[in-house]
DNA sequence: TGAAATGTTGGGGCG
DNA sequence: ACGCCCCAACATTTC
């Protein structure tokens, strides 16, 4: 059996791969990547944005492994649905196996290699910890409650444990012949510079073990501290695959000593099921509102607003934080990324899909399936999201997940010298204060774009009346369309 | 995985 | 000692 391996941008890994398992012990192996412009997870093309560099060096890594193990990864430029049937023929291929992903512009190109390749097409369900699809509600649908989800999720099967990586990888088959890599688009994108946050499966799994020894135990305190390392920073691998989710929930489940963080990072990683899961069952969530009732909501387009969000420059030090941290890093932890969407949301009324466009291309861990049910549960508008009347306060929120203010510290440096009492509410201290900080408003540091008090009243209104609406215009026509609606 | 408004309670100061 | 008020702390309701 000659078997084609083909990495995608969900599974840049060499552990836990089940279809690099199966093959590399069923016969000869050909690693595969195939560079389709189009379907590269990074924005820019010369630009080292830091999403770009992550992606790069996981491939590099990937890259590495293969060579190391004595086989090599083969890169060929082109368009998916015509790479693959033409390299199956021209390398006398049995098969070609890979990951299923939940991404409907992936899937659909899947569904028509499908078609041309037919049984010789293997898919594979690691992208999560059970397949998409598989947990249904008592009348067959696809849930659209978490707590719901959750419970079915724990009552299913075991997550089983990972598996190694192959030790060694079969040769080549000497009979056909590969292209080279000179032209490599590996080599292209090397700029040779020391990423701040390496990609990679080495550096998911140092992350892994570091996490599992030092963050879990305060995982469920800390994880909302926006000023402490309280996450588990491993989204971006988990992203593209240089860690497999099973092995993030084997190894927190063998941790000890136990703690509730354990049950904390599980509960994400079934945030994460139900993100995938919803997109699955429902691809046209990456258009438009879950609930259906949000569609044609009054969403504003103001690019002087918009553009304050994006370059952090609000007024509200949390939210300018996590809007400057997203550019610089690529990275944002989820309390921030919670404030940072409500505020555009609510305070500024963007439409939502705005801010997921725009975190979508920066995070290192941007995919469609987390982001938008993040975006969409931040609106209000998604499964199992936050009724609309939960608006967040930015002062109360930074007060709250940054005390003493380092977060903003750290990337408003503006604001550095300003007392904690006034960090996040810089336009209530007193002059003196000001001074004494270097903060002089609306010169160095801005003052708040709105009022928040105002902006909150101003969006409730909005909610109000448009739900009202909804309800009016659709409940002769299709009551059917509510039910989708939390219950109370 | 909210926040603000409103209601309730209880302790302490004070006449 | 007692009632009264204030208000902090907490609970409940409302958006």
């Known amino acids: 059996m000659r078997t084609i391996v083909w990495f995608r941008d969900n599974d840049l890994r060499l552990s836990d791969h089940e279809p690099l398992w199966d093959a590399a012990h069923n016969g000869e192996v050909i690693p595969l990547w195939i560079l389709d412009p ?13 999403r770009r560099q992550f992606y790069i060096d996981s491939l590099r890594g990937l890259e590495a492994s293969i060579a190391q193990r004595g086989s090599r990864l083969i890169v060929v430029p082109g368009k998916w649905v015509e790479v693959l049937p033409r390299v199956v023929a021209a390398w006398r291929a049995d098969r070609v196996v890979a990951h299923r992903s939940v991404d409907p512009r992936i899937h659909e190109q899947d569904e028509h290699l499908t078609n041309v390749l037919g049984s010789a097409f293997g898919l594979y369900s690691g992208e999560t910890l059970l397949a998409p699809g598989s947990l249904r509600t008592s009348s067959g649908r696809p849930y659209s409650v978490f707590t719901q989800f959750a419970r079915a999720f724990r009552a299913a099967s075991d997550i089983g444990a990972p ?9 080549l088959p000497s009979d056909v012949s590969f292209p080279g890599t000179e032209t490599s688009f590996l080599e292209l994108a090397g700029n040779g510079r ?20 030092h963050g879990l135990l305060t995982y469920s305190d800390d994880r909302n501290r926006m000023d402490l390392p309280g996450t588990s920073r491993l989204s971006a691998d988990l992203r593209f695959g240089t860690l497999s989710v099973r092995q993030a ?22 945030w994460r099921e139900f993100a995938y ?4 069952d429902c691809p046209a969530v990456l258009q438009s509102p879950f609930r259906p009732e949000f569609a044609g909501f009054p969403w504003r387009s103001d690019d002087v607003l918009w553009q304050a969000w994006v370059s952090g420059s609000t007024g509200y030090p949390v939210v300018d934080a996590a809007a400057r941290q997203l550019l610089q890093e690529g990275f944002v932890p989820n309390r921030a990324r919670m404030i940072a969407a409500s505020c555009l949301t609510k305070d500024l009324l963007i439409d939502y899909r705005r801010g997921e466009a725009h975190y979508l291309e920066h995070l290192l861990d941007g995919d469609r399936a987390n982001n938008n049910a993040g975006w969409q549960w931040s609106a209000g508008c998604g499964c199992d999201g936050q009724p609309y009347f939960r608006v967040f306060n930015p002062v109360i929120q930074g007060e709250r997940f940054d005390p003493r203010g380092n977060y903003v510290r750290r990337w408003v440096p503006e604001l550095a010298a300003m007392p904690a009492k006034y960090v996040h509410r ?3 201290a007193p002059a003196a204060v000001l001074g004494t900080a270097g903060v002089r408003l609306g010169e160095t540091y801005p003052l708040p774009i709105v009022d928040h008090r105002f902006a909150r009243e101003r969006f409730l209104a909005a909610a109000r009346q448009h739900m009202r609406q909804q309800r009016s215009a659709t409940s002769d026509v299709e009551p059917d369309s509510l039910l989708t609606r939390r219950p109370a």
């Open 163 to 171: 598996l190694p990586p192959p030790e060694v990888l079969p040769a």
């Open 38 to 50: 189009e379907m590269t997870p990074s924005n820019g093309g010369a630009d080292m944005s830091p």
């Open 249 to 270: 929930w084997s190894a927190v489940h063998k941790a000890v000593p136990r703690s509730d963080g354990t049950a904390a990072f599980a509960n994400e990683l079934m």
């Open 426 to 428: 810089p336009w209530e």
């Open 194 to 213: 020391k990423s701040a946050f390496p990609g990679g499966e080495k550096a998911a799994q140092e992350r892994l073990s570091h996490f599992v020894r």
């Open 277 to 280: 899961s919803t997109l699955w």
